[in-house]
């Protein structure tokens, strides 16, 4: 499933273990034992995907959170998204 600004996305915390250090978070994958760090931008996006949100509203919330202009914003929360969910680490809800 392709993922839009509209898609309603959240955490699959079922196979994970996410432990924040600092201002960062590590994600463990509990079945192969790969872990993911994830900086402070990554670390507030995991921190909004704990309900779920759609896409557009996270974009929202960094844009007030981040000195970022909204196409910026956009394209990049749009790729890291579709990363995170390669590595399974969202459900996606529609």
Known sequence: MSITL??????NESNFLANPVGEEIIILNMETGDYLGLNQVGSDIWDLLKAPTTVQKIIDQLIDRYAVDKQTCQ???????DKI???GLLRVQG
């Open 85 to 87: 969910n390669r590595l």
């Open 75 to 81: 394209t990049e929360t749009m790729e890291y998204v």
């Open 6 to 11: 509209e898609t309603v996305i959240s955490r």
